[in-house]
């Protein structure tokens, strides 16, 4: 794939100040300003539906560069921020979402996205802009907070790929539309932005970009997926019920724990036994909880589930199986109807992202032009998800692509591969933070020469 790729690229050239060099020394001049926006970003995170600063500051950056700017989608936004600011728990539709606007003539509409929200985590980078931030979240919960999947440099880089697009307007032709959204940690924002009415508010968007940064990457590197990338994310919760005892007289009860602990057995066939072994799935119980004492036969116990799948059609297979399992496994143990389990499928899942494989070969083939082949690699399907996905999923079929970006030590990285040393720390650990120079000017180039390569030239 990669060598089609790059030999379909090389009848695309970049024109004028884009060709590879020139854009590379741009992006580099550019890099002091764009790592003190990233300092900011990082030192200041916020958590899902708290990115009122973030939002702010993304809003006078674009601005300052002559996007036409929407923040919030809306008067919600006012409302929402006059909540957040009175320690009220948030319960506006689209949040701090915001979008900018730059028309420049006739041409196709490209979207770019970049996620604003932090983790409620303690940094332990001892980076000197480190976090020590103390948030409450939007159910009232109180944690430290810290940028600990990057999405500070994603703020930056769609700040530096702002700058220099809008400083090499003579070379391309349409509309650019830059996109901060909230909540992706919670898989809830792009979704929130969408059903307050994004695309009647921006122009309809013909292709969605976005970039991740990757702590599973080599600093410099950029990496792809054609195809499904990332997962379907399902989270299940079973609650089973039973009748309690003694745990000495077992004969005058029904045993959660056991009926639990068959539904488990029988859950691992699901992926092994019923879906093709072509596709892919998982089904993890992450948790099972039931219980108080040593000698008590609970009445009740309770599983969560995580479970992954790309196609659509595999996920509803999953879930119906899961639903089947439960119930057949308290029939089994002689449970009458009104104690059969209930099984409840959160509603906001995060749907699988499928990148365009033509978008993939387009954009990809110019971002190896500009950054090199050689720092430009395909990479295995994730089973994580991202809410990036439901830019896509709105009936419109409009293609999208997210790649990522490289933030790790390149020799550490090497010497893990090697077994000549640990990995290093990845996306939401404690300890990550992606090295700067080489992640946010990697990003910032891929992604303007991939935004330049769809926007028309003059």
Known sequence: MKKILFAAAASMALTGVAKADDLADAVAADYEYVFDLYKHFHANPELSFKESE?????????EGLGF???TGLGDKWTRAKAKADAGQVFDGVGGYGLAAVMENGEGPVVMIRADMDALPLEEKTGLSYASTKISTDY???SAPVMHACAHDSHMAMLIGTARRLAAMKD???????LIGQPAEEVGLGALAMLEDNLYSKVPKPDYVLATHTSGWDSAGDVTYTSGYALANVDSVDIYIKGVGTHGSAPQFGKDPIVIGAQIISALQTLVSRELDPLDSGVVTVGAFQSGYKHNIIP??????????SYKDEVR??????IRRIAVAQAKSAGLPDSLMPEVVIESDYTPSTYNDPDLTTRVMGAVAESIGAERVYERPPSMGGEDFSRFA?????????IFWTGGNDPAAMKAAREGKGASPPGNHSPFFAPIPEPTLKTGVQAMTAGALELLTAN
């Open 68 to 70: 036409n700017v929407t």
């Open 393 to 401: 999923r709105t009936g419109d079929n409009i293609p999208t692509l």
């Open 139 to 141: 159910n009232g919960q």
């Open 171 to 177: 070379q391309w032709s349409g509309t650019l539309i």
């Open 316 to 321: 509803e297979k999953l879930l119906a199986g």
């Open 299 to 308: 009445d009740e116990a309770h599983l969560q589930i995580t479970v992954r």
């Open 54 to 62: 973030s939002a702010a500051r993304m809003t006078v950056e674009l």
